[in-house]
């Protein structure tokens, strides 16, 4: 069976050494009731919930086929129900959400970690509040006072939960183009009425009520993106006094048999003339969405962690274990039979591809955490301006490379059992296949990209990235010399160079940045992690023991093994998009 | 329900116009029975085969959950012993084997394009004749003439099939640590006793008997690859008629769950004092093993180009019916509600990714194909040493870096779907999972990458990758002036530089090879690639019609977009192999 030990001396090392949780949490009044004791204890919890509540489920989950659907009702997997209870008497639901509706006002540099430690074990079984928690947000900035008190508390309990629908057959990427409608009645509500696909956790039997948070398009509302409303509709409607009352006009109407996730109810959502209540101004609610969406997107790329984390020990496990061929320096293990697989260089290099991979990914979630942080709980307005800014050009890093890293990691870990890897109950394969959605969902990485390039980049005219990189900067200028150091000045140029080349190119071709977009966000992702490596190496280095000095290691591989993608990354930007955009489109469909 | 159309235009141009094969074979005695009449009909036939009759078996195997296993036997998934049973028919297990035994004598240059599509449409069907073959090959090479008489034909009728019987639990890449014994017996024949791991039709229902081809060791065998030898195992005793006797003490014990290729069984054999009969002789069977696996091991990464194909012309089908947002350059489609995705460049670049893969992969098939074809044809001793030293050095591309550009191309493709590449029925996700297979088995792809820099390379100074650079030196050198030519000799240089330098390295660090192979094999598989579309372009260049100018097209984007890898990949080789191996093996599984 996969293991699983949550990281928390990292975990630790990231938060209180790297980024000085406790001085951050202290100097803002907002945040002045969480230090490293509270929030070691949160994550020592987690580390038992999710090792052993959660971990065996997400295998038989798997194994038993997922989430069943039968006549408009879905049933979760065999312990998913006792499992979800337990979670949401922990306060688990609510740990990031406003402790004035319930929730423990826990900061997302902390909340970060906590999810990691799910989304290794149980990548299903997260979905399920995760969605809750993403339509709390929404609630909680664009509804009224009343609609607030009405379905907040209820999530953070656990007695309802709450989903997104987004997407309809035709309308992914593309919102503008849906067809939901929603027409209004006399007393204010609305009557919505359209179909809904991929809506996670859309039904099931975890919670008594299910809060559908729906785009839909009122009568006369402008074309596209602009004429877009947010609407709460309920399973079941909600009585004045709180209470449940009937059943509202929406219904799954099927469940969808996905790659992996199969214990998350992936469902086909039918909205019948359903009452709706609109949350925010009409034609806003494609705004009141992308309040939560950086969020989402965050949670996306801690999906990508954890899977790799998960698959990191479990392949180093299977590595120490293995015995197979001698080292080519001599025999290591003389009494052994053969050395362990950890002799060869090849084995090892996959290995420090994930580890270092993943550890500049926590440190990156955290300080993106941190600046979400900033933005929710500071009172000082350039501050919050900044870190807006700054939550604005990372997002799209924090979901698409990280999760490009993470199926990379995977890719690795599961290599490194040989055959057994691709067998079904050591848990790799598994692994894999729950993780690839997180490239594709929330906005493929692609879109991503495009996010990055266009809104955030070409848009400002690179003031975002600037910034940035003149932060980096600043803190490599005050490290003593080192191959990292010197790494991040090189990078922090080399990046600048591009995304200058990439505004002006932009300028008179406005097809470039599409077909560069996914070089250029891999490039932005190696300065990203580079500049974690030079804050974990300037944590780690006075310290002599071996778990820090190793960190000055993993730095310098990175530098020297990873790193090196940022020069084809750049190569490729360099060579521009004709070549990619002159075949005409019968070229892709004739048959050759 | 997934497309395929086998690419039977660009076989015919990578046959005629690439490899002029009918001057090939026509200047070979013994393939002048081969001409491009004959190819081209062939490939007609199987072009047929694939689309009718095993593609929409493909996705109901693995629906229904794959090969079924009870009581020792296995269950081949609904359809499949029909479809075998043609495909017997057809004479196509023996396509490629010799005439006097009944096979087709077809040159391996035309089979691999037969076996690309049926790799593109079903590859757990593949795998049922695909290890026939092999067997087949080892007992033709090796086997005595009465053994070769007694097994051969009824592998061409389809009536029997064959197994290679290596792995054991412990012991999958080091065979030296086999533990099957054969003890002799008084009249010649052997008791073969002990459990075989991850052997592929070990059993099933699709042909009457099984033939077993078994390393075990004898008493008194030397240790390790040395003392290893190949045993006859056939599941049902041959009378001396040639008829089927008495069950033999061999048996599957059960079959694997996999993350793909579910409708080929992988079995755990037990062989329990079975009967057995030596092929060749006593401990040379790794010998007899190493003749099929220059052919085995291509396939595998034909099963790649097969997969990747079909990825491709899915996604391309896709991309041009998906409507969603608008072009960059403006309104493309105003009729439409929205542009086809073909608009973006980012949509594009994955698939001129995968088809600029896919067309250098196949070509590079086909010549490897004919490498092979010289050393099994010609009468040119100079020629066949010179061809099996290009063998030698470009089997590990071919299965290696072919699969590992397929598996990049497969997840591109399902990444063009959105989320409807995760849902089943689209068939990309199956397509990837059967996929994943063709880098683990047949010796891993990093296993792979160590023989290319070891056996292949630093063991002989660097003299099969030189006289390979000299050769497409020479090519480029009759070419016209293109950026392809200029990258071919550009490219030459590197790889030259690179192995130099390993070569230099692996002189005082005996570990420096294996930490760097994959890079290194990667630069070979693009130099390699950068020569297929010299001579493509070669090819081409002369040809106004839009088919073969584009495929300039594909090869500048080659040279501008996919090239651009091997400076990572040069960077990451002469970064050395310190930082790799410097840390403690107790690093990599130490509580974080």
């Not at 001396?9 to 202290?26: G, H, R, T």
């Not at 688990?92 to 970060?112: I, N, R, Y």
């Not at 966000?521 to 002599?544: D, E, T």
Request: charged letters at 20%.
């Amino acid at each position: 069976m996969p293991i699983y030990n949550a990281p928390l001396k990292d975990m630790d090392f990231i938060l209180n050494d790297v980024f000085k949780a406790d001085e951050f949490w202290q100097a803002n009044e907002n945040l002045s009731h969480v230090d490293m004791a509270t929030a070691n204890a949160i994550l020592e919890e987690m580390a038992k919930f999710s090792k052993n509540v959660i971990l065996d489920l997400n295998r038989s989950a798997d194994e038993a086929g997922g989430a069943e659907f039968n006549q408009g009702e879905v049933k979760t997997p065999a312990g998913f129900k006792e499992a979800f209870k337990q979670f949401a008497e922990g306060g688990w639901v609510g740990l990031g959400a406003s402790e004035e509706f319930g929730g423990q006002g826990m900061p997302k540099m902390l909340t970060v970690l906590a999810d990691e430690m799910i989304w290794s074990t149980n990548p299903s079984f997260m979905l399920y509040p995760l969605l809750t928690v993403g339509a709390g947000m929404a609630i909680n900035d664009r509804a009224s006072q009343e609609q607030k008190e009405t379905y907040l508390p209820k999530f953070y309990t656990g007695e309802w939960s709450g989903t997104m629908c987004l997407t309809e057959p035709h309308s992914g990427t593309d919102l503008g183009l849906i067809k939901t409608k929603a027409e209004p009645n006399a007393e204010g509500s609305f009557n919505i009425s359209g179909t809904k696909i991929f809506i996670t956790s859309g039904e099931h039997d975890l919670s008594e009520n299910i809060i559908h948070l729906v785009l839909a398009k009122t009568p006369n509302a402008p074309a596209g993106s602009r004429g877009i409303s947010l609407f709460i509709v309920p399973k079941f409607n909600v009585n004045a006094d709180g209470s449940i009352g009937e059943r509202n006009a929406v219904a799954a109407g099927s469940i969808e048999h996905k790659m992996g996730i199969k214990g998350s109810a992936t469902c086909v959502m039918n909205f019948d003339g359903a009452k709706g209540f609109i949350v925010g101004k009409e034609n806003e609610g494609l705004a009141a969405m992308f309040v939560m969406m950086n969020y989402e997107r965050l949670s996306m790329g801690i999906q990508g962690i954890g899977a790799a984390e998960f698959a990191y020990q479990n392949a180093a496990q299977y590595a120490t274990d293995r015995l197979q061929g001698r080292s080519a320096t001599g025999v290591q293990s003389p009494e052994k039979p053969a050395d362990s697989i950890l002799v060869h260089g090849d084995v090892r290099r996959m290995l420090l591809n994930i580890r270092a991979n993943n550890e500049a990914s926590r440190a990156f979630a955290v300080y993106v955490g941190q600046q979400l942080d900033i933005t929710k709980f500071s009172t000082d307005e350039e501050a919050v301006r900044k870190a807006n800014d700054r939550v604005a050009l990372l997002t799209p890093i924090a979901k698409a490379y990280l999760t490009d890293k993470a199926l990379d990691s995977a890719l690795e870990a599961q290599m490194c059992f040989g055959g057994h890897g691709y067998i079904r109950e050591w848990g790799m394969e598994q692994c894999i296949r729950d993780l690839r959605i997180s490239q594709i969902y929330e906005g493929t990485n692609g879109v991503q990209a495009i996010d990055l390039i266009g809104r955030k980049t070409t848009k400002c005219s690179g003031a975002f990235i600037a910034e940035y990189i003149a932060d980096i900067r600043e803190f490599a200028a005050s490290m003593a010399d080192s191959k990292v150091k010197a790494a991040a000045v090189q990078v922090c140029s080399d990046v600048e160079d591009l995304t200058q080349f990439i505004v002006e190119q932009s300028k008179t071709a406005p097809d470039f940045s599409n077909a560069v977009a996914v070089d250029y966000l891999h490039a932005v992702g190696l300065l990203s992690f580079v500049y974690m490596f030079a804050r974990i190496s300037q944590a780690a280095a006075a310290k002599p023991e071996a778990f820090y000095q190793n960190k000055l290691v993993l730095a310098d591989y990175y530098v020297a093994k990873v790193l090196p993608d940022l020069a084809a990354r750049a190569q490729r930007i360099k060579a521009g998009s004709e070549l990619i955009m002159q075949l005409p489109e019968e070229y892709f469909t004739a048959q050759s």
